[in-house]
């Protein structure tokens, strides 16, 4: 016999539609006089039916439970830790004294998402802060598609493809976006200057610890500003949302303590490869020469490496774990060939005005002075169109770039700063946890 059919056979009912709950287990502490009568009703977090006592959790605290009526006798007996309860009693000695008990939903099988509380917490005052933080500072909240009608471009994105069926039956191939990025551009020729976006960002083939392929992101984006620009404005972010959760001036990840004291430090990218590989990329502007000098120092070339796939093996080896994990550093000025949507460095055609974010060995962060010029823009969307055909094929990349954007910055899109971030990164770091998964709600993969 199951739980439920003996718990039926006994007369207790297991699914009642209503609950006489009159206070969270916070109200009821705060304003619980002996004897005065309240009903509180959560999950039974811990039960001793020997000693008459337990635990009840709701989502503003627990409450240690007296459960030594005489009336308790029918119904404690057939409560188990982890049901979910109404209990009417009175608060005395920082305890609830129950003095009846109702069953409100009976628990069959452990937690599925143990963590999950603990995520949407954390995670609710993270999204606070951030729109608290912009909002002060006249940044107005946007809300742009997920869909896209061409994929993104950046060879070392892979998009989700799904098809659209119209009321005809007619198809059409769609992307879910990478980030809001091309959408908030045209936000920003449109004329509002300072936006920023809380939404998913969704990225095919990244399931790592760091890494899900559907994660939470923000990004904002100042007109008439460059990439110093956002890099005041994240210093600003990231040392007020540590005081909203806290932390104050220093937060500790992984047993390092963080210094969060501004200005933090900047290196730029070539001279952290020249320092940590022995390779100066000036000298690497071609394949064949890059190949040469990484063969030189030791690293592996692999026969069907392009340029990006060589600078990231290369990085990701010698790079990134060398960066100190006691500051959060920016990274300045990456090389030309990688992100297509950055402006070049005055004076530097190499290297544009780029930075990420660093913060305990973690990338948290991708911001450029964004390429307002529309011609280069779209001579560097075809540059990555052909890379993407060679790699994945004609058939997956057969719709163009993308030509609402480049028409967007033919009308004008005013110099811009922007940046991209990820908040499941910032939440692993406040939750001081090594891997994704804790500071996500949910997974199913």
Request: hydrophobic content about 35%; proline content about 5%.
């Amino acid at each position: 016999m199951s739980r439920i059919e003996r718990l039926h056979s006994q007369g207790i009912q297991t699914y009642p539609a209503r609950t006489g709950r009159t206070h969270t287990v916070q109200q009821a502490r705060e304003s619980g006089i002996a004897g005065n009568a309240t009903v509180i009703a959560g999950r039974m977090v811990r039960l001793d039916t020997r000693a008459r006592s337990g635990a009840l959790e709701d989502c503003t605290g627990t409450v240690d439970l007296v459960l030594d009526d005489p009336a308790q006798s029918g119904m404690l007996p057939r409560l188990r830790a982890g049901d979910l309860v109404e209990c009417a009693g009175t608060w005395e000695n920082d305890a609830y004294t129950v003095t009846g008990l109702k069953l409100l939903a009976p628990c069959l099988r452990g937690a599925p998402e143990t963590e999950a509380a603990g995520a949407v917490r954390l995670r609710a005052r993270i999204m606070a802060g951030t729109r608290s933080f912009f909002e002060s500072r006249g940044f107005i909240a946007v809300d742009t598609p997920t869909f896209m009608t061409v994929p993104d471009l950046t060879p070392a994105l892979s998009s989700f493809q799904t098809e659209y069926v119209d009321g005809d039956g007619g198809t059409r191939t769609l992307y879910l976006h990478t980030s809001p990025e091309h959408y908030m551009k045209r936000l920003l020729a449109a004329g509002c200057e300072r936006i920023y976006q809380i939404c998913r960002f969704y990225r095919n083939g990244e399931r790592f610890d760091t890494h899900h392929p559907e994660f939470s992101g923000l990004e904002w984006y100042e007109a008439y500003a460059d990439y110093e620009t956002v890099m005041a404005t994240t210093e600003d972010y990231v040392t007020s949302l540590a005081g909203t959760l806290d932390h104050g001036g220093e937060l500790t990840y992984r047993g390092t303590m963080i210094d969060l004291r501004t200005p933090w430090p900047r290196y730029r990218v070539r001279d952290c490869f020249l320092d940590r590989s022995g390779i100066d990329l000036d000298a690497c502007d071609d394949l064949e020469a890059f190949s040469s000098a990484a063969k030189g120092k030791g690293y592996e070339v692999r026969e069907d490496d392009d340029w990006d796939d060589l600078f990231h093996r290369v990085f990701l080896t010698a790079v990134e774990p060398a960066l100190p994990a006691d500051r959060p550093v920016f990274l300045t000025e990456y090389p030309t060939r990688l992100p297509s949507l950055a402006r070049r460095v005055p004076g530097n055609p190499r290297y544009v005005e780029r930075f990420e974010l660093y913060m305990g060995g973690l990338e948290l962060a991708n911001a450029f002075t964004e390429l307002n010029d529309p011609v280069e823009q779209r001579a560097r969307f075809e540059a990555d169109l052909e890379v993407k055909r060679s790699k994945d094929g004609p058939d997956r990349y057969d719709g163009g770039v993308d030509e609402a954007l480049l028409a967007a910055l033919e009308y004008g899109m005013p110099p811009s700063g922007g940046i991209a971030f990820g908040l499941d990164r910032l939440a692993m770091l406040f939750a001081d946890v090594e891997t994704i998964d804790p500071v996500i709600m949910f997974r199913d993969f």
